[in-house]
């Protein structure tokens, strides 16, 4: 019956959505494939449910196992809270998964993370940098704690607060023709090649959102999964490319780039996303709060 349930059979099922297969789930728990595949069959049995699809020796997420994923998390996030109830009020335990789109991620987040751990003395973070859109798919599989986003995303089963602001520039080669510090009409960006970073990522978004409807003629000359890469191609004078002044800034001082000042409202929202479902952990909560602060005092 599903009253006698494990915190090691839930320890087991966490650890399965995590690695996708047996071996790899029985080497991060220092356990026998076989005790893994008991363990998992015992709860599977106990919850009368199947909570993974067999697929090619890989364990997919069903239905039921999204329902449980959320519960287990909470429940072994608030075991672990008990283990170090009377150890140390103070000391803050646990991983800490952090997502992290790219201007934020190589921009503000290396000094977020130090300054909390400084701060905390915690120091079992990870950091992940990917798109927008795929930092959103790995917060929602429970795949990451917290993310730091730019552009806003609408999803049901994340809650979105605002963190921070950033303003975005359209950069040149330091030799295009049109001059970089008076403002200039869109008018005169017509036609032009434009080097945009790849579909989920938060400056393609926004060049989609406000710049590319105010133009009637346009083309993708180049598209890329770096933002260094994006900057050498502009100063190499493959095309213009819309990024955040962040990114932009070291080449922007050392004259690689030039920026395009537009009679537009260039600036955009950052934003801190957890999942609606996931157990806010005093580590978590803790992160959530020093973010904030830390964003209120840079």
């Known amino acids: 019956m599903a009253s006698h349930i494990s915190l090691k059979q839930l320890k087991v099922f966490s650890t399965l959505t995590q690695h996708k297969t047996l071996t790899a789930a ?19 049995k106990q919850l009368g449910h199947h909570l993974f699809d067999r697929v090619n020796n890989r364990l997919i997420l069903n239905q039921e196992g999204h329902k449980l994923q959320p519960l287990a998390d909470e429940l072994l996030n608030r075991a672990s809270d008990i283990e170090h109830l009377f150890s140390d009020v103070q000391a803050l335990c646990g991983q800490l ?38 930092i959103c798919d790995k917060l929602v599989d429970y795949e990451l704690d917290i993310a730091l986003i730019e552009g806003k995303i ?8 605002p963190f921070s602001a950033d303003e975005m520039c359209v950069i040149c ?15 005169e960006l017509e036609a032009s090649p434009w080097i945009l970073r790849e579909p989920g990522s938060g400056s393609r978004e926004f060049f989609l959102r406000l710049i590319a409807p105010r133009l009637q003629q346009w083309h993708e000359a180049f598209q890329l999964n770096n933002t260094e890469a994006l900057i050498n191609s502009v100063s190499a004078g493959l095309g213009l490319a819309c990024l955040s002044r962040l990114s932009a800034e070291p080449a922007i001082r050392d004259g690689r780039v030039k920026v395009l000042k537009l009679p537009l409202n260039m600036s955009r929202r950052f934003w801190l996303l957890v999942h609606k479902e996931k ?13 904030h602060q830390w964003e209120r005092e840079h």
Request: aromatic letters at 8%; zero cysteines; hydrophobic letters at 40%.
């Open 26 to 44: 029985a080497d991060s728990l220092y356990l026998s494939k076989a005790a893994v595949s008991m363990a998992l069959a015992e709860l599977e």
């Open 97 to 134: 998964r952090i997502g992290a789109s790219d201007t934020l991620g190589n921009q503000v987040a290396p000094y977020l993370l130090s300054d909390f751990r400084r701060h905390t003395g915690h120091e079992r973070q990870s950091l992940f940098i990917s798109n927008s859109a795929e």
């Open 154 to 161: 609408q999803h049901p089963e994340l809650d979105t607060t």
């Open 173 to 187: 080669p330091p030799n295009h023709p049109l001059p970089a510090n008076v403002e200039i009409p869109l008018r």
């Open 279 to 291: 157990y806010l952990s005093p580590l978590l909560r803790s992160f959530i709060d020093f973010s």
